[in-house]
C-alpha cells in the first residue's frame, strides 16, 4: 500500500474518531490551523495512532504514529516557547490575543509551519513571531510576509544574515560599490572570520542565501552582501532576538 494511500484511508478514520487525544492544547491550536489553513489533514496530527488500529497494515500504523507523534512534539514545543515569552498560558494569550480573524490568521499560519519546523530555533523563533504579532495587529501582515521567507531559514542561515547586517564599514572607506547591496560590502571569506562557528557549513548557507535572493556579490565574487530583502530579514530577525547566536 503507497503512502498517499495510507494518509487518504487515515484521514477517513480520523474523521470518524472523536477525543482521546493526548493534549487538549495542542489539539485546539491544531484545529485552528486546520480551519485558518483549510488544511483538514493538521487535524491528524492529533489524533492516536491507536485510532488506526485494525484499518491499516501493521507497516502503516507503525508509519502514521511515528510521523503524527513528530508532528504533534513540534506543536506541543512552539506552545511552550509561547508560555516560557509570555509567563502564562497558551490558551491565556490566545484567548486575550488572538481576537480577530487576522491575529487567527497567523496562529493558524504559525502553528501550521510549526508542524514541519526542524529545529528548536525555527520553533522558538515562528514563537516569538506570533507573540508580537499578535500583540500588535499592526504587525501581523508584516510578520505573514516574513513567514514565508522563515519557513526556509535555519539558525545557521540566521547568522550568516546577522554577520553581514552587523558588520561594520571598512576603515578606508568604499571603492567601486553596488547599488545592489544594502549595506556593508563584506568580503567572502571574512564571513568565516567573524563567525567561525560558520566554517563548516558556509559554502550551503551562501548558496542557500543567495538563490533566495537574500545575499547578492558585488564586482566580484568575493564581494557580497544583503539585498534590500536580506537586510528587511536580518533586521526582523535582530527584532525577534533570534539572529541564531
Not at 474518531?17 to 495542542?26: F, I, K, L, R, W
Not at 485494525?54 to 512534539?73: F, H, K, M, N, P
Not at 564599514?169 to 547599488?179: H, L, S, V
Request: charged fraction near 25%; glycine fraction near 8%.
Amino acid at each position: 500500500m503507497l503512502v498517499r494511500d495510507l494518509m487518504r484511508r487515515a484521514a477517513d478514520i480520523a474523521a470518524k474518531t472523536a477525543g482521546d487525544t493526548a493534549s487538549p492544547t495542542v489539539t485546539t491550536l491544531l484545529a485552528t490551523a486546520a480551519v485558518v489553513t483549510r488544511s483538514p489533514e493538521l487535524a491528524l496530527v492529533s489524533v492516536p495512532a491507536g485510532a488506526f488500529a485494525g484499518a491499516l497494515t501493521e507497516q502503516g500504523v507503525v508509519w502514521i504514529s511515528e510521523a503524527l507523534r513528530d508532528r504533534a512534539e513540534r506543536v506541543r514545543h512552539f506552545a511552550e516557547a509561547v508560555e516560557d515569552i509570555t509567563g502564562g498560558t497558551v490558551e491565556d494569550f490566545v484567548s486575550a490575543h488572538a481576537t480577530d480573524e487576522k491575529r487567527r490568521e497567523l496562529l493558524g499560519r504559525i502553528v501550521e509551519a510549526s508542524t514541519t519546523a526542524q529545529s528548536a530555533w525555527k520553533i522558538k523563533t515562528l514563537a516569538r513571531a506570533f507573540v508580537r504579532g499578535a500583540r500588535d495587529g499592526d504587525l501581523v501582515d508584516e510578520t505573514l510576509m516574513f513567514l514565508q521567507i522563515l519557513q526556509d531559514l535555519e539558525a545557521g542561515h540566521a547568522r550568516y544574515l546577522a554577520v553581514l547586517h552587523n558588520a561594520p564599514p571598512p576603515k578606508g572607506g568604499y571603492g567601486t560599490r553596488t547599488d545592489s547591496i544594502v549595506g556593508t560590502q563584506v568580503l567572502r571569506r571574512a564571513v568565516v572570520k567573524m563567525d567561525p562557528g560558520l566554517t563548516a557549513a558556509e559554502v550551503f548557507l551562501y548558496r542557500d542565501l543567495k538563490r533566495w535572493d537574500l545575499i547578492t556579490i558585488a564586482h566580484t565574487p568575493a564581494d557580497i552582501g544583503l539585498t534590500d530583502l536580506g537586510a528587511a530579514c536580518a533586521e526582523w530577525l535582530a527584532t525577534l532576538g533570534a539572529s541564531g547566536g
